[in-house]
């Protein structure tokens, strides 16, 4: 009976990493997400170096990634988590002031995209939708 206890343990909550080097773009998505019962927020990170350190570290079911970031930008970091972690799925978060950017999303390795001025609702919305796309592993 005390391993059906072990069993019981809340898995319906989504497992998100929010990655940004801005300091307050980080802290405001953490309080929007944290406010959510059905979310769980595993990690913030700076830069694509830590993301994918803290990806191998909690498993994140979802990552929210901006894509213009110092040391190792976005776009490096979710091919290289999606090649050991193709499980988890991967919101690319931008403002998108530069043409090329939008040409980076079209062959980036992400699932979704969404713009920094995007409504909190909407984005958070969006990261329970992509939990309903991974694969249960």
Do not use: W
């Not at 570290?57 to 972690?85: C, E, F, R």
């Amino acid at each position: 009976m005390a391993e059906l206890g072990m069993l019981t343990c809340d898995q319906s909550k989504v497992r998100v990493l929010v990655v940004d080097d801005h300091e307050l773009t980080r802290f405001s998505l953490s309080l929007a997400l944290r406010s959510q019962r059905d979310i769980e927020l595993v990690g913030l990170a700076s830069n694509g170096m830590e993301a994918i350190a803290l990806a191998k570290q909690h498993h994140p079911d979802v990552i929210i990634l901006d894509l213009q970031m110092p040391v190792l930008d976005g776009l490096t970091a979710s091919t290289q988590i999606k090649t050991t972690h193709p499980e988890i799925q991967i919101l690319a978060y931008s403002s998108l002031d530069d043409p090329q950017t939008e040409v980076m999303v079209q062959t980036a390795n992400v699932d979704a995209f969404c713009t920094k001025d995007t409504a909190t609702h909407d984005l958070i919305s969006l990261v329970r939708q992509l939990s309903h796309q991974a694969p249960n592993i």
